[in-house]
């Protein structure tokens, strides 16, 4: 079973950084681009200015060869510093949520919530992007354009090559006036995609503090997995 915390919220590798690159010629889906501080200010410009953003939300999980293996439905809600609540529905229902301190993720079918800290390192939360220091982007990723006449693409390498994904591809819709998030196209060391398409999007709603809170139901299985003080 595929699950959203696997594939965008937590990594277990660290460590092994490659030494930041300034400007060079790479490739990212048979696509040559050029990675320069300009794409890296462009992105920090566009994150910079959401506070806080909502969309539903359609996940899902291919192969190379385009099979789909997975596709979920769902609601996010993210908001700064750190702040996430990521909902899907149907079959594979699983709430995620994050005060920026700690995260729950919680599985309604195992009856189960795993409690971490929150790692705050962009390149092992990408869904910080939204919601967290948009400042130290080129700490954590080598940063690429390849616009389109409609959409802002931007394209992010980890430095760190023992993360669980190769490469997370965003896409703003250039159209819109408030220029908002589209797509997320995150490659695995698989081969695999995880293609998230957001609709009905919002930049810096008004979002209630409840939404990033969770309070463990009763009965549930507890695997708290935080360490120091909470």
């Not at 594939?7 to 690159?21: D, F, G, K, N, Q």
């Not at 060391?189 to 979002?207: E, M, Y």
Request: hydrophobic fraction near 40%; charged fraction near 25%; proline fraction near 3%.
């Amino acid at each position: 079973m595929i699950r959203f915390s696997r594939h965008i919220l937590i990594s277990l590798s660290l460590l092994c950084t490659l030494p930041a690159i300034a400007e060079e010629a790479i490739v990212i889906r048979s696509q040559t681009v050029l990675n320069t501080q300009d794409a890296i200010k462009d992105l920090q410009g566009l994150l910079g200015d959401i506070k806080s953003f909502s969309a539903d939300f359609v996940q899902e999980t291919r192969t190379g060869g385009d099979v789909v293996l997975q596709s979920i439905n769902g609601h996010m809600n993210v908001a700064k510093p750190g702040k996430l609540r990521w909902k899907t529905e149907g079959v594979y229902e699983q709430l995620v949520v994050s005060d920026g301190k700690s995260i729950w993720i919680f599985d309604e079918d195992l009856e189960q919530v795993s409690i971490k800290n929150m790692n705050n390192r962009l390149s092992e939360t990408p869904a910080l992007l939204l919601g967290g220091d948009v400042s130290v982007i080129e700490n954590d990723f080598i940063v690429s354009q390849k616009h389109t006449e409609s959409q802002f693409v931007f394209i992010l390498l980890p430095k760190d090559t023992s993360q669980l994904f190769d490469s997370l591809e965003l896409r703003f819709n250039k159209l819109s006036q408030q220029k908002v998030l589209q797509e997320m196209i995150i490659s695995d060391a698989s081969g695999q995609f995880t293609d998230i398409r957001f609709t009905n999007s919002a930049n810096n709603p008004k979002l209630n503090a409840d939404l990033f809170t969770f309070e463990i139901p009763k009965g549930i299985d507890v695997i708290d997995g935080r360490q120091g003080s909470y």
